[in-house]
């Protein structure tokens, strides 16, 4: 049977992001569709101080709830996780696998700005996440980084000078209150089959150490210890769509088969 992907980006980007993997992973049968939340990409003007991560969560809604296919493999990136995650909770009857790509985990309860705070290593990449309210103007509209800025802390290992030039150019504010709303999910979520892919370049995660985690014993990461959850490494930076295109598909195409590493139970 024919996947049918829904794409979700992180912040400053939008479906345009995907144009790589989108066509790969249409020449390879499958159905796609990729999302620009409100505010960002070419829905950078409907942006506003009232734009949350609910906003964000009813966009990725309905994008699955225009779709004909019955079941959806949906791929959340970075940022992009928080809305699919909260979406997959309220259509988990539509939801096949989803996808985590380089991304966090989201929890209940929690915003992205509290996890980064909680539960992300001390270093430059945790500061300028949690300064992000402090730079956004107007109170609510965090600037684009620059491509300096990109270089300088957007682990763009494996990206050309092009991909670099495209991120830039196509780069939009982002609102600032998605990130601090609180995720509110149910158990359906949790119920879901599941596939993470680390991006392993400059990045901090990987089966290996996620494997250490769940033989420790950690309460936290017991739940991934499940047939139903598969796990990719990807020898790249925290771009693949740009960096790996190719490879990338390959990966959500065996992400949606099931395919991926098991973790063993503590």
Known sequence: MTATFVLVSGGYTGGWLWREVAAGLRAAGA????????????????????VDLDTHIEDVTQLIDHIDAPEVVLVGYCYGIYPSVGAADRRADRIARLVYLDSPMPQDGYSMID?????MPDGPAR??????????????????????????????????DDG????????????????????????????LPTTGIFCTTGG??????????????????????????????????HWPMLSVPDELVEVLLGAAAGAGHVLGAA
């Open 127 to 160: 500061d300028r996440t949690l300064s992000q309210q402090e730079r956004a103007e107007d109170g609510w509209r965090i600037p684009a980084p620059s491509p300096e800025e990109w270089r300088e802390h957007g682990n763009l290992a494996g990206v050309s």
């Open 115 to 119: 996890q980064v705070r909680e539960q």
């Open 164 to 191: 670099l030039a495209r991120l830039a150019r196509l780069a939009s504010p982002a609102p600032a209150g998605p990130y601090a709303q609180k995720l509110r999910v149910s158990k359906a979520v949790a119920a």
């Open 31 to 50: 159905d796609v569709h990729a999302a620009t939340l409100t505010g960002l990409g070419d829905r950078r003007h409907l942006a506003g101080p009232g």
């Open 204 to 237: 901090s995660m990987d089966i290996a150490s996620l494997e250490s985690l769940v033989a420790s014993g950690l309460p936290l990461v017991q739940h991934l210890a499940d047939p139903r959850a598969t796990f990719f490494d990807m020898a790249t930076g």
